[in-house]
Nanobody, 118 residues
Framework: QVHLVESGGGLVQAGGSLRLSCVAS????????MGWYRQAPGKQRELVAT???????NYADSVKGRFTISRDNAKNTTYLQMNSLKSEDTAVYYC????????????WGQGTQVTVSS
């Protein structure tokens, strides 16, 4: 069983920054891809950014140049640095993990609210 705990969400003014963290724990043998998704009210959950075990990153077009995903493999942790935040970034942000624990699977965190005031 894998447990993901996100932190770092909150209320910020437009143009500000936040840093989200997600720590994975449990019987994890290997982490493949770690990622962040978000869901705004009335909308579907969408990909924000992912990072593979080798460090290859992928971003939604809407956040390119503003958000940076990173990971610390020793700590089973992924981070999302969010700069130049816009009101349209307001959403619940979810951490996602693709790992072998002990079998291949995907896990989700409980989500952390990010609210950007204009």
């Amino acid at each position: 069983q894998v447990h993901l705990v996100e932190s770092g969400g909150g209320l910020v003014q437009a143009g500000g920054s936040l840093r989200l963290s997600c720590v994975a724990s449990g019987r994890i043998f290997m982490i493949n891809t770690m990622g962040w998704y978000r869901q705004a009210p009335g909308k579907q959950r969408e990909l924000v950014a992912t990072i593979t075990s080798s460090g290859t990153t992928n971003y939604a077009d809407s956040v390119k140049g503003r958000f940076t995903i990173s990971r610390d493999n020793a700590k089973n942790t992924t981070y999302l640095q969010m700069n130049s935040l816009k009101s349209e970034d307001t959403a619940v942000y979810y951490c996602n993990l693709d790992a072998r624990a002990p079998y291949n699977g995907r896990w989700w965190g409980q989500g952390t609210q990010v609210t950007v005031s204009s």
